[in-house]
């Protein structure tokens, strides 16, 4: 089946620019109507869905960090990308990859599966 | 601040059962909900209307109705205890949002 690995390093300095890999293992992540999404959790608190990238190759931003935020594909390697800039301390968190999926029918929805294990990015200088 | 609202904590005895509820607008579209461990990945529960991923055992259920998605556990285990977070979209459609979750202890 499709697993996730998340992959990239653990501290960034403020200002930066984080970037994180997602390498999608089990299947092709050309294949399929899926969003290839990112979602983070900062210590002790809930879930925030940063964004995603569709099969297709089209995008959506939280608008929250849509003005630092560029998921990207590469199909050759069979990942995504998360780049976020102009880090501050507020984007330490643990950030995990998921396969989203969305129908409209029989009713519409949407839910994440399979995740991974996700990644601890702390920003410090 | 989400979109959806969920209570921060909820309690059950073992064995009884359990209603997380997540408010938000429903009425044409499903919550998925998605249980956390302390220290792993979310894991998908409960999808659309009233689906089951394999391995998800069926003492979980959902159910929507207007403003309120639930997630019900029915005869509640202690391995049952942990964060749950429910997703939908967000007012606009073109987005998707994770409620504040809710911690279960089971007594």
């Known amino acids: 089946q499709v697993q996730l690995q998340e992959s990239g390093p653990g501290l960034v300095k403020p200002s930066q620019t984080l970037s994180l890999i997602c390498t999608v293992s089990?299947?092709?992540?050309?294949?399929?109507?899926?969003?290839w999404s990112w979602i983070r959790q900062p210590a002790g608190k809930g879930l925030e869905w940063i964004g995603r990238?569709?099969?297709?190759?089209?995008?959506n931003y939280n608008p929250s960090l849509e003005s630092r935020v560029t998921i990207s594909v590469d199909t050759s390697k069979n990942h995504f990308s998360l780049k976020l800039s102009s880090v501050t301390a507020a984007d330490t968190a643990v950030y995990y990859c998921?396969?989203?999926?969305?129908?409209?029918?029989?009713?519409?929805?949407?839910?994440?599966?399979?995740w991974g294990q996700g990644t601890q990015v702390t920003v410090s200088s | 601040s989400s979109e959806l609202t969920q209570d921060p904590a909820v309690s059950v005895a073992l064995g009884q059962t359990v209603r997380i509820t997540c408010q938000g607008d429903f009425r044409t579209y499903y919550a998925s909900w998605y249980q956390q461990k302390p220290g792993q990945a979310p894991v998908l529960v409960i999808y659309?209307?009233?689906n089951r991923p394999s391995g998800i055992p069926d003492r979980f259920s959902g159910s929507s109705s207007g403003n309120t998605a639930s997630l019900t556990i029915t005869g509640a285990q202690a391995e049952d205890e942990a964060d749950y977070y429910c997703n939908s979209r967000d007012s606009s459609g073109n987005q998707w949002v994770f409620g504040g979750g809710t911690k279960l202890t089971v007594l």
């Open positions: 990238i569709h099969t297709s190759g089209s995008t």
């Open positions: 089990g299947g092709s992540i050309s294949s399929g109507s899926y969003y």
């Open positions: 998921a396969r989203g999926i969305r129908v409209v029918v029989p009713a519409a929805t949407n839910w994440f599966d399979p």
């Open positions: 659309g209307k009233n």
